[in-house]
């Protein structure tokens, strides 16, 4: 009897240390561009860890225009969900990380699928971009977001103004 009551409190212990241990990341991604890659400068988020009802986590969301031309330029054309290639993320740079919570995951997911599912040409590039995109998911994660003209091209150093608004990142 006793080791049934003490295997059901160790069984209880590691439940309980599992369930306490659910936890996603959320890191906020640029990456420079470059003529040589073929990349024109993005911002992105990647999504990593296991939620509370123990389901696994390994996303990543980014917001780009469908094709890249010279229409860009002159206002909305058709958008896309961009999912980064694992060689990508390892070239990106890591501006900062936040554990999420389960709402805030399903927030963002219901973002991504929003934006996602925007009907028509969503992609503007003065003010539905990457940056913006990212911007609505740092909002979610409780950041202050601001979207200065001059960096609206400028992926990284608008996650780096970003991390300057928000003193808590570090």
């Not at 024109?40 to 509370?52: D, I």
């Not at 971009?129 to 909002?139: S, Y």
Request: charged share 20%; glycine share 6%.
């Amino acid at each position: 009897m006793v080791r049934i009551f003490r295997t059901a409190l160790l069984l209880l212990a590691l439940g309980w240390s599992s369930f306490a241990a659910a936890a996603v990341d959320i890191t906020f991604h640029s990456f420079n561009g470059s003529v040589l890659a073929g990349r024109y400068p993005h911002t992105f988020v990647s999504m990593e860890g296991t939620l509370e009802d123990g389901t696994p986590v390994k996303e990543n969301f980014g917001f780009s225009a469908k094709r890249a031309s010279l229409a860009v330029l002159n206002g909305p054309v058709e958008h896309m969900i961009l999912v980064e290639e694992e060689k990508w993320l390892r070239k990106t740079n890591r501006h900062f990380t936040l554990s999420m919570t389960d709402e805030q995951y399903r927030k963002v997911s219901a973002l991504v699928e929003a934006w996602r599912n925007a009907p028509g040409k969503y992609y503007d590039l003065e003010t539905r971009n990457c940056i913006h995109f990212v911007g609505e998911i740092a909002k979610i994660m409780g950041l202050k977001v601001n979207y200065p003209d001059k960096l609206l091209r400028k992926p990284k150093s608008w996650l780096n103004y970003i991390t300057t608004l928000n003193p808590q990142l570090g």
